[in-house]
DNA sequence: GCGACAG
DNA sequence: ATCTTGTCGC
């Protein structure tokens, strides 16, 4: 449990605690009824100086028509404490993350990270480990594959196929936009990856990224949030 | 030993 | 991640 207050370590040591914070992740749903969803992600300033985590919550309502409202959005900015390597991002940044989740009133039942899940070396990417600190079901959609394997993956509008490493399902690359590069999407914490494709489909808006993990992306390189507030779904 | 390598 | 304009397509 100490162990999860650590952030300052060789990547040695970072190695080590991921190989052992991997063995607390949950595989299987644990989560609340959803009222609320967050999306998180991570920004640089200042030539990468400053790292600047941004989080957004939106209200998702199963209505005639589904829609996801944005109802609050937070900003927190730190003095980067490590460069980025491969394999121990969120090292880098689930800190900051922690600092955007600490500004909200609201607190959601599900959490979209940018970024992997399970799928990394010691199954601990950064969805998953931001999940285990905060105690709440994360998935990771990332825009590029860190590890695993997978055949070719059809072109339409929700196709996907597993990702898979050492005979493990580890995640699936979902093609979440017509002709568009695939994402790959892996549980973090307290999720199945069923019920996680579920929801990043569920999300889906225009863009090829899911709504929550879009306008936090969005907000993280500060250029902004454009257009209506309302994204009906459906 | 030689690649691969989230953001 | 970030540096950056226009442009092709639904």
Same mark, same amino acid.
């Given at each position: 449990?100490?162990?999860?207050?650590?952030?300052?370590?060789?990547?040695?040591?970072?190695?080590?605690?991921?190989?052992?914070?991997?063995?607390?992740?949950? @595989?299987?749903?644990?989560?609340?009824?959803?009222?609320?969803?967050?999306?998180?992600?991570? *920004?640089?300033?200042?030539?990468?100086?400053?790292?600047?985590?941004?989080?957004?919550?939106?209200?998702?309502?199963?209505?005639?028509?589904?829609?996801?409202?944005?109802?609050?959005?937070?900003?927190?900015?730190?003095?980067?404490?490590?460069?980025?390597? /491969?394999?121990?991002?969120?090292? %880098?940044?689930?800190?900051?993350?922690?600092?955007?989740?600490?500004?909200?009133?609201?607190?959601?039942?599900?959490?979209?990270?940018? +970024?992997?899940?399970?799928?990394?070396?010691?199954?601990? *990417?950064?969805?998953?480990?931001? *999940?285990?600190? =905060?105690?709440?079901?994360?998935?990771?959609?990332?825009?590029?594959?860190?590890?695993?394997?997978?055949?070719?993956? +059809?072109?339409?509008?929700?196709?996907?196929?597993?990702?898979?490493?050492?005979?493990?399902?580890?995640?699936?690359?979902? %093609? @979440? %936009?017509?002709?568009?590069? /695939?994402?790959?999407? @892996?549980?973090?914490?307290?999720? @199945?990856?069923?019920?996680?494709?579920?929801?990043?489909?569920?999300?889906? +808006?225009?863009?090829?990224?899911?709504?929550?993990?879009? =306008?936090?992306?969005?907000?993280?390189? %500060?250029?902004?949030?454009? +257009?209506?507030?309302?994204?009906?779904?459906?």
């Amino acid at each position: 449990m100490e162990a999860l207050h650590e952030w300052n370590l060789t990547p040695k040591q970072a190695v080590a605690l991921q190989a052992d914070l991997a063995k607390r992740l949950e @595989s299987t749903d644990r989560i609340d009824p959803v009222e609320h969803i967050a999306g998180v992600d991570i *920004g640089f300033e200042e030539e990468g100086a400053i790292t600047r985590a941004a989080v957004v919550v939106l209200k998702w309502e199963l209505a005639a028509v589904p829609s996801l409202t944005v109802v609050e959005q937070a900003v927190h900015r730190e003095p980067t404490r490590m460069p980025y390597i /491969p394999g121990l991002l969120s090292f %880098r940044e689930v800190p900051a993350a922690l600092g955007a989740f600490a500004k909200l009133s609201v607190k959601p039942e599900l959490v979209m990270v940018d +970024g992997q899940g399970i799928a990394h070396p010691r199954r601990l *990417g950064v969805a998953a480990h931001l *999940g285990l600190w =905060l105690d709440l079901p994360t998935i990771g959609i990332a825009k590029s594959r860190l590890y695993g394997k997978h055949p070719e993956v +059809g072109e339409a509008r929700g196709d996907w196929v597993p990702l898979t490493a050492g005979g493990d399902v580890i995640g699936a690359v979902l %093609r @979440s %936009r017509a002709k568009v590069k /695939p994402v790959v999407v @892996s549980p973090g914490h307290r999720l @199945s990856l069923d019920t996680s494709l579920t929801w990043v489909m569920r999300c889906l +808006g225009r863009t090829k990224l899911p709504e929550p993990t879009h =306008l936090a992306d969005r907000l993280a390189s %500060r250029r902004g949030t454009q +257009g209506q507030q309302r994204l009906y779904k459906g």
